[in-house]
């Protein structure tokens, strides 16, 4: 009889700091183990049972975000969770620059199927308005480079330490496809311009959103209330009620104390965000830290016997992060818009930020009363979103909506126009984001730390081993590596389950496969190329 099944014990204590995607990840996993696991967060109700809302009392939600066709695991969640259809049909979107539209993203999946990037190319033929022909084919190199990208860690390591800028220059993509596309992509995808990201992580959100399948670029939304109203809620419930899962709303975290042999943790020192009130959970075995940069470096600035044991999470807590500015309009008349998606780029209103609208009316039609809350609908709902958006945070409110109304979304719909905002939300979330610079790769925190009780999840965590197939700045990629954090403290006995037979290990799904033409194309290149390089021979975007 182990120790956790023995009667009378008592079962490991994980606290988890952070109630994202990850952060939830990680708690399924550990509470379903059999581990008492307590949650926290700075949310004043990270469940979501309580749904965030504007000052007037109308829903908002910190971001529109999509669900890509290549999300199993989440996929997996909401099945579990008996959800029933909570999402949209997959939908296409619109990219507008201040010439008007420059293109539009079908739904992939609807065009005959051709293997990648044939399908991509055919099914977009008559989809760009602007770009011409020899603009879209000088991307081909790039095609190569992400061949050649996970050939070696270290050939991984050298892409990485230059800027996706560089590398587009240096392979001969025209500057009209890096403007007119190619920028706009990151804006959104990894929210700062190319010249200030990691070539590698650049080409993995490339290849994960848009080139691995055909129809890989086909996303769908939430179609009422929010993610955490749909998702969170319901697991929460259930982890309480079946699992004791304990949730600290309106808590932050601020030091991690270890016990006096300093090789486990021993407490966790919190503040209450409304109260400014501290307390401590004791008797803690183990923490997952479900955390961005500014999180990371402020708590191992307070606590500095843990930080002497894992200086790569006071590396990690250096790096730069990316501010994020959130808007819902509800207007006095409904606006048609051709496509419920949409991107801005170019635009001088932007300040150097990318931007996206959504209209929420056209995506949450069947639940359009529960967007204007007691009150009867009176026209369009959009929610716009604004990355690398520094700039733009520190305008008032006023100027912000007056940026949308007057200067952005007019170029999409001149009916904006004429529309009045009856009712508004603006919220800014500073350093709210990962930013994936050149070089970042080996100062992002890794899975398993140097202290064997703190593990990191978030999807700028590195997986190592456990790697995952979701990439970039990606739902899909924080939540599968919840479960991972969660499932190495098990793997190597860090905590133990009450009651159970074993440790559990939760299930984690991959992606789908490469297609056939890039596993030869990955292995015809490393054939070739290792033994060059051994001769001193590189491509010229990695010479030393």
């Given amino acids: 009889m182990t120790e956790a099944t023995t009667p009378g014990s008592k079962p490991s204590h994980v606290v988890v700091i952070g109630a994202g995607w990850a952060g939830w990840g990680a708690a399924k996993t550990l509470c379903e183990a059999g581990v008492r696991v307590t949650l926290m967060d700075g949310l004043a109700d990270p469940t979501g049972i309580k749904p965030l809302t504007s000052h007037s009392g109308k829903p908002f939600e910190a971001g529109t975000r999509g669900f890509w066709k290549d999300y199993p695991n989440i996929n997996a969640l909401t099945s579990e969770l008996g ?6 049909e997959f939908t296409t979107s619109a990219f507008w620059s201040p010439e008007g539209l420059e293109a539009t993203a079908p739904v992939f999946g609807d065009a005959p199927f051709l293997p990648s990037p044939l399908g991509q190319a055919f099914a977009t033929l008559n989809n760009f308005k602007r770009l011409p022909v020899q603009d879209r084919l000088s991307i081909a190199g790039l095609l190569y480079a992400m061949l050649d990208l996970n050939r070696s860690d270290r050939v991984y390591r050298n892409y990485d330490a230059i800027d996706a800028l560089t590398l587009f ?3 001969r993509i025209s500057d009209r496809m890096i403007d007119e596309f190619l920028r706009p992509i990151l804006l959104v995808g990894l929210f700062k311009p190319p010249e200030e990201l990691s070539a590698a992580v650049t080409m993995e959100l490339l290849y994960y959103y848009a080139l691995a399948h055909q129809d890989s670029f086909d996303v769908r939304w939430i179609k009422s209330k929010s993610i955490a109203e749909h998702v969170f809620a319901p697991l929460s419930k259930r982890l309480c009620s079946e699992h004791q899962l304990q949730v600290l709303g309106g808590t932050l975290a601020t030091r991690l104390n270890l016990s006096d042999d300093i090789h486990k943790i021993r407490s966790v020192e919190t503040c209450s965000v409304t109260t400014a009130n501290v307390g401590v959970i004791e008797d803690v ?12 470096g402020a708590l191992m600035a307070q606590s500095p016997q843990c930080a002497a044991l894992v200086p790569e999470l006071v590396r990690a807590g250096t790096l730069g992060s990316i501010d994020v500015v959130s808007i819902r309009l509800w207007l006095d008349r409904y606006v048609p818009v051709a496509d419920p998606a949409n991107v801005f780029s170019r635009f001088t209103a932007l300040k150097g930020a990318g931007a996206t609208f959504f209209m929420l009316d056209q995506l949450q039609r069947d639940a359009e009363q529960a967007l204007w809350a007691d009150q009867s609908p009176q026209g369009s709902v959009v929610a716009s979103d604004f990355y690398n958006a520094s700039a733009i945070a520190d305008l ?6 007056a940026c949308l109304m007057q200067d952005l979304l007019p170029m999409a719909q001149p009916g904006f126009r004429s529309a009045q905002v009856v009712d508004q939300e603006v919220r800014r979330y500073r350093g709210s984001v990962s930013l994936f610079s050149p070089g970042s790769f080996s100062q992002r925190p890794p899975l398993e730390t140097s202290l064997a009780s703190v593990v ?3 999807d700028w965590v590195r997986m190592g081993e456990k790697e995952h197939g979701a990439k970039g700045l990606c739902q899909e990629r924080a939540y599968v590596c919840g479960l991972e954090a969660g499932n190495s403290l098990l793997r190597r006995g860090i905590v133990r389950g009450f009651g159970l037979p074993g440790n ?8 789908r496969s490469d297609e056939p033409q890039v596993l030869l194309g990955r292995a015809l290149n490393k054939l070739v190329m290792d033994p060059l390089e051994a001769c001193g021979i590189r491509w010229p975007w990695l010479a030393a």
């Fill in 83 to 88: 959800l029933g259809s909570i999402f949209t």
């Fill in 169 to 171: 220059r240096q392979l």
């Fill in 285 to 296: 075995d183990a923490v997952v830290l479900a955390v961005g940069a500014k999180g990371m």
């Fill in 396 to 401: 008032s409110d006023e100027e912000i909506v």
């Fill in 456 to 458: 990191c999840a978030g």
């Fill in 504 to 511: 559990r290990l939760h299930p984690v799904i991959p992606i």
